[in-house]
């Protein structure tokens, strides 16, 4: 069985989807129409701006969502997926992908995420950290013992066996960092984002993106969605809409996704976006399942 996988922040790129742009009229035509949704020129940015630019969460998740979506149209007929799943951002190119929404109102989802968690960030500054080589469960008891002193620090991406991110406030954080390295984690680094996503700082964003996920249409899917939330496939449009405004708050469960895709069948993991980033996770997850680019 075919699984398409689709990324999130942090895969993009200067010159990301300018080839795609440059030779299919397709592409072209819907990266057009996205400049008129959104209201300015993102190609420009995506094709010719700077890091920082990108950077900015109002781009950067619209900017991946295009090109993995794009691309994704581009392969027409050729993209038959069994199931799909997408990390964080990516679960709404994954939902185009399966037919669950249409490309215009996901871009506005898309968008309409990517402000309201910026605004979250902004009224409470708040960081994340990726942890390396320290067992899950240990991670998830020293999390909690600073939450229980007034701190806030979560498990966010559970990305692969040894490598879990967290996130919370800053001295969260920072204390969080300091228990994991002397309990034994290889790394505790801090890593450059706007905010706290997936964890309870995300609250606001929810409220926000809950009411325009509940006035867009979800359709009947294709294939089912495994999302992050449950890490179970999912086919039901109210329950996608549900578990999509939960996952703002909640951990993006990658490993156990991807786990669970083996075990109802996926032979073939094809990751469509910008970046090799989830084929790399997926190696690491099931080392047997092949894993490609689109």
Known sequence: MKAYIFPG???QFVGMGKELY???????????????LLGFRITDIMFSGTDEELKQTKVTQPAIFLHSVILAKIMGESLKPDMVAGHSLGEFSALVANKTLSFEDALLLVSK???????????????????????DKIIETICAEINQSGEIVVP???NCPGQLVISGSMNGINIACEKLKEAGAKRALVL???GAFHSPIMQPAAIELEAAINSTNFAQPICPIYQNVTANAVSDPNQIKKNLIAQLTAPVKWTQTIQQMVVDGATSFTEVGPGKVLQGLVKKINPTSESVSA
Do not use: H
Not at 24 to 32: G, I, N, R, T, V
Not at 113 to 135: G, H, V, Y
């Open 9 to 11: 922040q942090g895969s």
């Open 192 to 194: 450059p984002v706007g």
């Open 22 to 36: 440059e030779t299919s009229a397709l592409a072209k035509e819907l990266f057009e129409k996205a400049n008129e």
């Open 156 to 158: 966010a991406n559970y």
């Open 113 to 135: 995420r990517a402000l309201a968690m910026q605004k979250a960030c902004e009224l409470n500054p708040s960081t994340m950290a990726a942890i390396t080589n320290l067992d």
